[in-house]
């Protein structure tokens, strides 16, 4: 039996992958759609809904009014809007990442959902991948010493391209920034959960496209209180076979672990005590067995959607939060503003 209705605002790629999981959970039903593209919203709606459950409507307000949770997946400038209406009118709200354009727009939405009480949720997924979920367990298992230095590699080919086909990411005003603020505000979120609160951030930032105001090239050094030092290195390319893709290296004092593919793996570590790899001190989990033994550790639901619908249905906290993407959020801002100060060392101390 449906418990909740809702409703989409922005019909695109990621509001399809969220549809997708939505349709396997009994207790929710798309309602309502709207989309600047009336026929990409009449199209998401055949699609998500054949039974003609989700009413095409006019606007994000009509939305609002026949829902009871509401997804925001349009392009980032047009989600503070949204989400700020939807929390007025008591909706609880799942906002994609980047939760805006600008730090301010970002810290006043997450005043707005925390003043409301709705509950929210927003788009950082990979908070949820059962491989980095294992990677961050594995990082505080007893004999693994100090987390010393992380490396990690995110690239794609220039998102304008291929499946995502958006003009919106090459234009600044929409997307607020390049490969830093659109995309790997995942990997600042998921590098300090792994390493612990970051204490500074300097970066160098590129653009060999040349699209004002979108970085296609991203160097940033965090370094944590722990002392613990991380190097990111986020690449928008023309390399058409090469999707999102993460490789993550962990160097602690006892243990090198790895991490390729964000979401099934496989996760790798070595924590051999002797010259030669100790078979006994080695591993690697990937796919379902991977999956199997992240649930083991936290009991977390890797599907996001699900979750969100749990925790609106019981009227608890969602995971990860607004607030927590507002910490993602300032340390972007530090990266955007050490670039622009020639690398400058921002303090990000909370
Ligand atoms: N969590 C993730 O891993 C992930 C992956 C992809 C995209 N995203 C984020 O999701 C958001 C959407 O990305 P996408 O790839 O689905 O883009 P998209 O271009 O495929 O879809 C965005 C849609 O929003 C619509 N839209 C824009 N403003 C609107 C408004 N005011 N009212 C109604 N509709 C409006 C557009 O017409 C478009 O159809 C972006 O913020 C992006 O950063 C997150």
Not at 301 to 315: E, I, Q, S
Request: glycine share 8%; charged share 25%; proline share 4%.
């Amino acid at each position: 039996m449906t418990e909740l209705r809702v409703g989409f605002v922005g019909c695109g790629l990621i509001a399809r992958h969220h549809a997708a999981n939505l349709a396997a959970d009994p207790r929710a039903e798309i309602v309502a759609v709207t989309d600047l593209d009336r026929s990409r919203a009449e199209r998401f709606s055949a699609d998500v809904a054949p039974s003609g459950a989700a009413a095409v409507l006019d606007d994000a307000e009509s939305v609002i009014r026949a829902s009871d949770a509401v997804y925001v997946c349009t392009w980032t400038s047009a989600h503070p809007e949204v989400v700020v209406a939807a929390a007025g009118a008591g909706l609880a709200v799942f906002c994609e990442k980047p939760l805006a354009t600008s730090l301010a727009e970002s810290e006043a939405m997450t005043e707005a959902v925390e003043r409301a009480g709705v509950t929210n949720q927003v788009g950082l997924i990979l908070r949820r991948s059962p491989a980095f979920r294992l990677l961050h367990h594995e990082l505080r298992r007893p004999g693994t010493g100090p987390v010393m230095n992380l490396v990690f590699r995110d690239d794609q080919y220039l998102p304008t391209q291929g499946m995502y086909g958006s003009t919106w990411r090459a234009d600044a005003a929409r997307a607020g920034g390049g490969t830093l603020l659109e995309h790997s505000i995942h990997d600042l979120d998921l590098i300090e959960w792994l390493l612990g609160p970051i204490a500074e951030v300097s970066a160098r930032l590129g653009s060999v496209h040349g699209i004002e105001g979108i970085d296609d090239q991203a160097t940033v050094t965090l370094v944590a209180e722990s002392g613990a030092q991380a190097a990111l290195v986020s690449v928008w390319h023309d390399v058409l076979s090469r999707p999102s893709q993460r490789r993550v290296e962990v160097f602690a004092s006892n243990a090198h672990l790895s991490l390729e593919g964000d979401w099934s793996g496989p996760v790798r570590f070595d924590r051999s005590t002797t010259f030669e790899p100790d078979p006994a001190a080695t591993g690697e989990l990937a796919g379902a067995e991977l999956a199997a033994e992240a649930a083991a550790i936290d009991g977390l639901v890797d599907d996001p959607d699900r979750a969100f619908v749990t925790a609106v249905l019981d009227g608890g906290r969602a995971s990860p939060s607004f607030r927590v993407a507002l910490r993602a959020h300032e340390l972007a801002d530090a990266a955007y503003r050490s670039t622009a100060d020639g690398g400058r060392v921002v303090d990000v101390r909370t």
